[in-house]
């Protein structure tokens, strides 16, 4: 889990605000200097007193003079002194502005500072959770490395090499491996058919590992009663007349296989020949997320079982050389006598034969898969073309509380999408399909009607089987 950390930087620059206000008042006063003459009448000037009252005045008046230039003298000189201090005061402003500029870069500098730090301690954070990153993702890679220890632990078995261990060869592998063990295939093709596994182990490829069982009449891998609980996974199964057939072994897991090729070069009608996967007595099993192609008969058959599951398989060209009759034992996926298997999320295409049969079954629930095309690839069996018809995408035959739902099927003119006999039809429950044909109640055809509605109506399949009509049914 990797946190994510979030630094907040919050920048607060002061502004710092001047105001610059000087002012001087000048006032002058003007004194105003009158002069006059005086005219005295002779008569009354005495001779032996003469005033000169001119050159008093006169020097009064320039008394009065001086005194103004004394007084102008004073006032320039008050106005330069004033002068002086505007301009101190001007030279303090220009100081103060210039200290207020310096503040202000000051405080920038401070600012950026305190930026670059916040960058700095970022980065460091940055730093840390990268390496805090890759510190949980070397936990994570050690977790999963331990993880795969873990499951090796807790099944208690060891991990077998085909390759290292073996030199290839895989039938000593899986001889010598234990129950819980996992016996591991390379990159590799490994040329092997009538391949016994009778343990619980886990047979586990890779992409690229492939069997090729060489044309064999012989199952590729044959899984008996003993190895319940076996998974084989991560395979392609090629080249032979069976794929997988398994016999009485529960609770498997066939998942991530790629089956091809299978039944094609010796068609045999006997048994369970041709087919892909076949699964007998094999209650619990689960078939995942696979592919089966190119198969003479049957793509994937499960009889006789109670509980399963198959989903997210596809199954594609079965039948394409009508080596086989429609009505006996071919299809895409077929159901005998089980109770409650489940089919789901999976499709169907290019199949000469029903492509999904359920046969005389119980609780059956086939739900969410697709099937288009029914009839594109009819071929008659054998000289008379006409043996065979007709194919259904599903035939839901003499089966008891089948559930269908969410399907989307197609045919072509002359072929049916769905078709239900009359006694499946009683007690099937049909939710929502897309069938572009439908029928329902048609005929059911018996070797022995008894025996073989007490196989549909029993839920323990080992209760009553085929071997209840089989004298019958060969016959025919």
Not at 124 to 147: F, G, L
Not at 220 to 244: K, M, P, R, S, V
Request: proline share 1%; charged share 20%.
């Amino acid at each position: 889990m990797q946190d994510s950390l979030t630094t907040e930087t919050t920048e607060n620059v002061d502004s710092t605000y001047v105001d610059n206000a000087g002012s001087t008042e000048n006032s002058g006063t003007n004194d105003s200097l009158y002069s006059g003459d005086t005219n005295t009448p002779e008569s009354e000037v005495s001779d032996s007193v003469f005033y000169d009252t001119t050159t008093d005045q006169t020097t009064t008046d320039q008394t009065e003079i001086d005194q103004t230039t004394t007084d102008q003298t004073e006032i320039d000189q008050t106005t330069t002194d004033q002068t002086e201090v505007d301009q101190t005061t001007t030279d303090q402003t220009e100081i103060d502005q210039t200290t207020t500029d310096q503040t202000e870069v000051d405080q920038t500098t401070t600012d950026q500072t305190e930026v670059d730090q916040t960058t700095t301690d970022q980065t460091e954070v940055d730093q840390t959770t990268t390496d805090q990153t890759e510190v949980d993702q070397t936990t994570t890679d050690q977790t999963e490395v331990d993880q795969d220890t873990t499951v090796v632990a807790e099944n208690g078995g060891n991990v077998i090499n085909v390759d290292n261990d073996f030199g290839g060869d895989l039938k000593s592998a899986i001889a010598a491996a234990s129950d819980g063990d996992i016996v591991e295939l390379g990159n590799n093709t490994y040329s092997a058919s009538g391949v016994t596994i009778d343990k619980d182990i886990t047979l586990d490829g890779q992409d690229g590992t492939v069997i090729d069982g060489g044309g064999s009449s012989e199952p590729i891998l044959n899984i008996t009663q003993d190895a319940d609980g076996a998974t084989i996974q991560d395979l392609e199964l090629t080249n032979a007349n069976i794929g997988i057939n398994s016999y009485g072994a529960t609770d498997l897991t066939l998942q991530n296989l790629d089956i091809n090729n299978i039944g094609i070069s010796q068609p045999n009608t006997d048994g369970q020949n041709n087919t892909g996967i076949n699964l007998d007595s094999a209650d619990g099993f689960q078939v995942l997320n696979s592919t089966i192609s190119n198969v003479g008969r049957k793509g994937i058959g499960v009889g006789d079982t109670r509980g399963g599951t198959i989903s997210g398989i596809t199954v594609q060209g079965v039948n394409l050389a009508a080596q086989h009759p429609q009505n006996h034992d071919a299809g895409g996926a077929k159901f005998f006598n089980t109770t409650d298997v489940t089919l789901r999320d999976s499709s169907f295409s290019n199949i000469n034969a029903h492509f999904i049969w359920n046969d005389t079954t119980h609780g059956t629930t086939i739900e969410n898969n697709t099937a288009q095309g029914v009839g594109n690839d009819y071929i008659g069996y054998g000289s008379n073309s006409s043996i065979g018809l007709p194919i259904y995408g599903l035939y839901n035959e003499k089966s008891e509380d089948s559930y269908v739902s969410n399907n989307n099927i197609s045919a072509i003119d002359g072929f049916t999408a769905f078709n239900s006999t009359e006694f499946s039809t009683q007690t099937q429950s049909l939710d929502t399909n897309e069938f572009s044909s439908l029928e329902t109640g048609s005929t059911d055809y018996y070797a022995n009607e008894q025996a073989e509605i007490l196989v549909a109506t029993t839920e323990d399949p080992s209760q009553a089987g085929f071997e209840l009509f089989a004298a019958e049914y060969n016959s025919q």
